[in-house]
């Protein structure tokens, strides 16, 4: 089994390497995509990335990792018999990268003497070709298991940051042992047009979370009654948007400004709009504050209190979530996070979803206040509620005007 499946939250990690894995398939002659034994390599040779450089009698050669083949066999080619000038270009790039990193470290020139590499810049450049083979794998993994629209991208120019190695994509709320989630309401409606008529939200006593433009009219704090399971309108029913998951392609990307991890959206992203859900393994809150003295300061980041009614159940998006768990805090942030009932009417779980507050264009990171998990209320009383989150503070780099100064 291939790392990338190894990875999956219901599978179990495989212990033979990729290098015999691969070896053994092409004994076999068996192909297999996600290992990267293809048709095309299993008989042929195919460059999967370049590893080094060198001149030897005014001839230039590059050091070629093989595709499908473990790193002992690497050969020089000289560059004339290399048909590869994306792989060339990035073999550059990663150079040019590397020297100007250096450059800013040490304000001294490195000059190449043009017939090899040093062998920290080859050592870097095989580095960065590993990452980015392995963060195209996470990103394959990413949209295998996602189930909603909008596509997932995994970038980083920034470091040498790989995926992460204890992140277990999932869709929905992973509950806790003990914990039972209704998948199904008791009550559905019967509209002809639920925007229109007396629908869900009415017989939960709110008023319809939607405009006409599937954008939220509703103030945050007030809850969001979707159509569900049992109501008799279709998918295109305007009270069906969370449920739908996410509709824009967003790209978890290396942040340049020490913030690890971060969401930005590929695509335009109009005001009052629902971007994703928050989801993570339910537990219940004395789990939660047991797990919060064992957390670190990140871990405890990942914490979100499900007290819109009462405080019995916490979501943590540490081990188990989906891109929220890459979104950044901020203390001007642009998503808005609203309690959401479908199909559990159970006022005690509701889910959770992030809306637009603005237009958010192309390119922009995503960002919620993670002091609005549960309450919304960030008056200092609140804040200190919780003996287990407020033993260490956690400096902000959001870098509002507002900013706090911390993020706990
Ligand atoms: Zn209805
Ligand atoms: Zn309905
Ligand atoms: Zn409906
Ligand atoms: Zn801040």
């Not at 050669?61 to 270009?89: F, H, M, R």
């Not at 040093?118 to 070709?129: G, L, S």
């Not at 824009?248 to 942040?255: A, G, M, N, P, V």
Request: net charge positive; charged share 25%; glycine share 6%.
């Amino acid at each position: 089994m291939a790392a990338a499946e190894a990875r999956g939250a219901w599978c179990v990690p495989c212990l033979v390497s990729l290098d015999t894995l691969q070896e053994l398939c092409r004994k076999e002659k068996l192909t297999c995509k996600s290992i990267g034994i293809t048709k095309r390599n299993l008989n042929n040779y195919e460059v999967e990335y370049l590893c080094d450089y060198k001149v030897v009698k005014d001839m230039e050669y590059y050091l070629v990792k093989w595709k499908g083949w473990p790193d002992s066999t690497n050969t020089w080619e000289p560059l004339q018999n290399l048909k590869c000038p994306l792989l060339l270009q990035q073999f550059l790039n990663d150079k040019r990268n590397y020297l100007s990193q250096v450059k800013k470290g040490r304000a001294i020139t490195l000059k190449d003497n043009n017939k090899a590499l040093k062998p920290a810049i080859a050592e870097y450049i095989v580095k960065k070709a590993k990452q980015r083979i392995a963060l195209q794998r996470w990103q394959d993994e990413l949209n295998r298991k996602k189930n909603h629209k909008g596509m997932i991208f995994v970038e980083n120019t920034v470091d040498l940051e790989g995926p992460p190695s204890d992140f277990y994509y999932v869709n929905e709320y992973k509950p806790a042992p003990g914990i039972s989630l209704v998948n199904e309401a008791t009550f559905g409606c019967s509209c002809t047009d639920c925007f229109f008529e007396k629908c869900c939200p009415a017989e939960a006593g709110v008023l319809l979370a939607y405009n006409k433009n599937r954008q939220i009219k509703i103030p945050p704090g007030t809850p969001i009654y979707e159509c569900n399971s049992r109501c008799q309108c279709g998918p295109d029913c305007p009270n069906r948007i969370v449920q739908k998951g996410t509709q824009y392609s967003l790209c978890i990307f290396r942040t340049s400004n020490g913030c690890g991890w971060g969401v930005k959206t590929l695509v335009k992203i109009k005001r009052m709009s629902f971007v994703m859900e928050y989801v993570g393994e339910v537990i219940t809150s004395e789990e939660a504050e047991r797990r919060g003295q064992l957390y670190d300061n990140k871990g405890i980041t990942y914490l979100f209190d499900l007290d819109y009614e009462s405080d019995e159940f916490t979501v943590d998006a540490a081990r188990y979530g989906n891109v929220s768990h890459f979104v950044n805090h901020s203390c001007d942030p642009n998503l808005q996070v609203f309690n959401v009932f479908i199909d559990n009417l159970d006022t005690r779980l509701p889910r959770i979803a992030l809306f637009s507050t603005r237009t958010i264009n192309a390119g922009e990171e995503l960002t919620f206040d993670y002091q609005m998990k549960g309450s919304g209320d960030i008056s200092s009383d609140s804040i200190d509620h919780s003996p287990a989150k407020k033993r260490v503070r956690t400096v902000c780099k959001c870098g509002a005007v507002t900013c706090r100064g911390y993020l706990n």
